[in-house]
């Protein structure tokens, strides 16, 4: 079974969220209070990843790809979300912290992986190294 | 009221002295350039750096009566970069932003909040990169070769968070303004 991933949606010509616009994201990007928004792959393909994002996202996005060894190297805890959407998750610095810290922002922003943009409307080179 | 203002020239050289009455001088020849009248205002030093050039210019200001500060700009010319403008312009559409301007719920930013950060960018040279978060911070961010970065993380209620990294290794602390801004002139190799 192919090993499980997370991906990111960052909303594209949103200078907000880019440190180089619609390339490499800002670590602000990866922060968020309640806990950093993701979606599971749950054995789907990374387009039935993407095309279920779609559907809650309005906007052109950019999608990251996080892997589990990642998380457990930044030591982020991965929790399923408790709403309708099985896919759901948040990653939360640890368990009774919801916000990641600037160090793991800091890593993802850095590290994740462009696996779709929608502009392009095409499943990007994906790097399995990590 | 006489008053003062210093001018800090990006590239560094050259540091301009301008007063009323007594017109503009050039710290390299101390030739006349211009004269210019100044308002009465609050002038405010910044920066580790300027500190030693303010040495310097209070020489040439010890006839002013009143010189109430100094304040050290970032000229606006520069080669590189983001300008002081450009991000006191991001701030404003900053504080725009309405709650869950990012989908998830994320807070507003105050005009206080934006107000303390419009005060450290005045200081700051190279100017940062600016980001809010959706934690109530904001982020003031430096990127050199790739794998070095800083970032002063700003909070609602002022404290500043210095998180920097070079290479792998990373390390982040609660700082005090002074502390930030020499931080980011050791960074930018000031």
Same mark, same amino acid.
């Given at each position: 079974?192919?090993?499980?991933?997370?991906?990111?949606?960052?909303? /594209?010509?949103?200078?907000?969220?880019? #440190?180089?616009?619609?390339?490499? !994201?800002?670590?602000?990007?990866?922060?968020?209070?309640?806990?950093?928004?993701? =979606?599971?792959?749950?054995?789907?393909?990374?387009? =039935?990843?993407?095309?279920?994002?779609?559907?809650?996202?309005?906007?052109?996005? #950019?999608?990251?790809?996080?892997?589990?060894?990642?998380? #457990?190297?930044?030591?982020?805890?991965?929790? !399923?979300?408790?709403?309708?959407?099985?896919?759901?998750?948040?990653?939360?610095?640890?368990?009774?912290? #919801?916000?990641?810290?600037?160090?793991?922002?800091?890593? /993802?922003?850095?590290?994740?992986?462009?696996?779709?943009?929608?502009?392009?409307?095409?499943?990007? !080179?994906?790097?399995?190294?990590? | 009221?006489?008053?003062?203002?210093?001018?800090?020239?990006?590239?560094?050289?050259?540091?301009?002295?301008? $007063? *009323?009455?007594?017109?503009?001088?050039?710290?390299?020849?101390?030739?006349?350039?211009?004269?210019?009248?100044?308002?009465?205002?609050?002038?405010?030093?910044?920066?580790?750096?300027? *500190? %030693?050039?303010?040495?310097?210019?209070?020489?040439?200001?010890?006839?002013?009566?009143?010189?109430? %500060?100094? $304040?050290? $700009?970032?000229?606006?010319?520069?080669?590189? +970069? @983001?300008?002081?403008?450009?991000?006191?312009?991001?701030? &404003?559409?900053?504080?725009?932003? *309405? &709650?869950?301007?990012?989908?998830? +719920?994320?807070?507003?930013?105050?005009?206080?909040?934006?107000?303390?950060?419009?005060?450290?960018?005045?200081?700051?040279?190279?100017?940062? $990169?600016?980001?809010?978060?959706?934690?109530?911070?904001?982020?003031?961010?430096?990127?050199?070769?790739?794998?070095?970065?800083?970032?002063? &993380? @700003?909070?609602?209620?002022?404290?500043?968070?210095?998180?920097?990294?070079?290479?792998?290794?990373?390390?982040?602390?609660?700082?005090?303004?002074? &502390?930030?801004?020499?931080?980011?002139?050791?960074?930018?190799?000031?």
């Amino acid at each position: 079974m192919k090993k499980e991933r997370y991906y990111r949606a960052i909303e /594209l010509n949103n200078r907000f969220y880019w #440190r180089k616009m619609n390339e490499l !994201p800002a670590p602000a990007a990866f922060i968020d209070e309640l806990g950093t928004s993701v =979606e599971k792959t749950c054995g789907r393909s990374i387009k =039935e990843v993407i095309d279920h994002m779609k559907i809650k996202l309005h906007l052109q996005n #950019r999608y990251f790809e996080i892997t589990k060894r990642q998380c #457990r190297k930044l030591k982020i805890h991965i929790q !399923p979300d408790t709403t309708d959407n099985p896919f759901h998750h948040l990653l939360f610095d640890k368990k009774t912290k #919801r916000e990641l810290t600037n160090s793991q922002a800091a890593y /993802l922003a850095d590290n994740a992986w462009a696996v779709y943009d929608d502009r392009e409307d095409i499943v990007l !080179p994906v790097r399995y190294t990590v | 009221m006489k008053c003062a203002e210093m001018v800090l020239n990006p590239n560094q050289h050259t540091t301009g002295f301008v $007063m *009323q009455d007594y017109g503009s001088y050039n710290k390299d020849n101390t030739s006349l350039v211009q004269e210019k009248e100044y308002p009465e205002k609050l002038f405010y030093s910044a920066g580790e750096k300027a *500190q %030693g050039i303010f040495s310097s210019f209070l020489a040439y200001t010890g006839n002013i009566s009143s010189v109430k %500060g100094v $304040m050290v $700009m970032a000229n606006e010319k520069q080669e590189e +970069g @983001i300008t002081m403008t450009e991000n006191l312009k991001i701030l &404003d559409s900053i504080l725009e932003l *309405q &709650d869950n301007w990012n989908q998830h +719920g994320a807070e507003h930013f105050s005009e206080d909040h934006i107000d303390f950060i419009r005060d450290i960018i005045k200081q700051l040279y190279p100017q940062p $990169m600016i980001f809010p978060t959706a934690a109530k911070s904001i982020h003031l961010e430096y990127d050199k070769n790739d794998n070095e970065m800083l970032i002063l &993380d @700003i909070k609602k209620n002022r404290s500043i968070l210095l998180f920097i990294k070079k290479n792998k290794r990373s390390k982040e602390k609660y700082v005090s303004l002074q &502390d930030a801004l020499k931080a980011v002139s050791a960074f930018n190799g000031q």
